[in-house]
């Protein structure tokens, strides 16, 4: 049974800093492509950033700069380091994961395992 868990969200005020982790329980295949996604409410869900296997990284232009995405592979745990923060921000934050190993700028509908959610405000 896969189960990803997010975690380290809250409120902060703009130009703060918070890190989201994403801890994954079960086998998907042995390296996954995994990406963090966030959603405000009356908006889609957009793809924030993005980690292949081999560990290249891709990210929308809205964040570009201030997001980093990275992994543990030894603690099976996804990361998104989230610097100057603005309220522009504030969302419902998911990391993904899918049974391929590149999927950089891929819609949500195409992923299949998704976290509960963590909350992010910006004020």
């Known amino acids: 049974h896969v189960q990803l868990v997010e975690s380290g969200g809250g409120s902060v005020q703009a130009g703060g800093s918070l890190r989201l982790s994403c801890s994954v329980s079960?086998?998907?295949?042995?390296?996954?492509?995994m990406g963090w996604f966030r959603q405000a409410p009356g908006t889609e869900r957009e793809g924030v950033a993005y980690i292949d296997s081999d560990g290249s990284t891709t990210y929308a232009d809205s964040v570009k700069g201030r997001f980093t995405i990275s992994k543990d592979n030894a603690k099976n745990t996804l990361y998104l380091r989230m610097n100057s923060l603005s309220p522009e921000d504030t969302a419902m934050f998911y990391c993904?994961?899918?049974?391929?190993?590149?999927?950089?700028?891929?819609?949500?509908?195409?992923?299949?395992?998704w976290g509960q959610g963590t909350q992010v405000t910006v004020s």
């Open positions: 079960g086998y998907i295949i042995s390296d996954p492509c």
């Open positions: 993904a994961a899918e049974r391929v190993y590149r999927c950089g700028n891929w819609r949500w509908t195409h992923f299949g395992y």
